[in-house]
């Protein structure tokens, strides 16, 4: 059984920064896909950030230039940088890892921005 656990989270001014982490056990990170997606209150879950096992990336067009996706197989972790936090990225932040037919989803981690 996979599991995700993702930190980091927490309160931040508008211009911020936090960098979460989701730390990934019960497969090896490596022959993942990994993905991060967040939910802000009444609305739908959304992909903000992907990265692939070979290293491809990409991003939500509200994200680009200001998150940045990592993945470190050594530790088993795959990081979220996110910069110049606004209002809009208010949300509960999801970790999600696809292999073939397997998904598997963290518990999420809360990022509120505010003032």
């Known amino acids: 059984q996979v599991q995700l656990v993702e930190s980091g989270g927490g309160l931040v001014q508008p211009g911020g920064s936090l960098r979460l982490s989701c730390a990934v056990s019960g497969s090896a990170l490596s022959i993942n896909d990994m993905e991060w997606y967040r939910q802000a209150p009444g609305k739908q879950r959304e992909l903000v950030a992907a990265i692939s096992t070979g290293g491809r990336i990409n991003y939500a067009d509200s994200v680009k230039g200001r998150f940045t996706i990592s993945r470190d197989n050594a530790k088993n972790t795959v990081y979220l940088q996110m910069n110049s936090l606004n209002a809009d990225d208010t949300a509960v932040y999801y970790c999600?890892?696809?292999?073939?037919?397997?998904?598997?989803w963290g518990q999420g981690t809360q990022v509120t921005v505010s003032s």
């Open positions: 999600h890892s696809v292999r073939g037919i397997f998904q598997f």
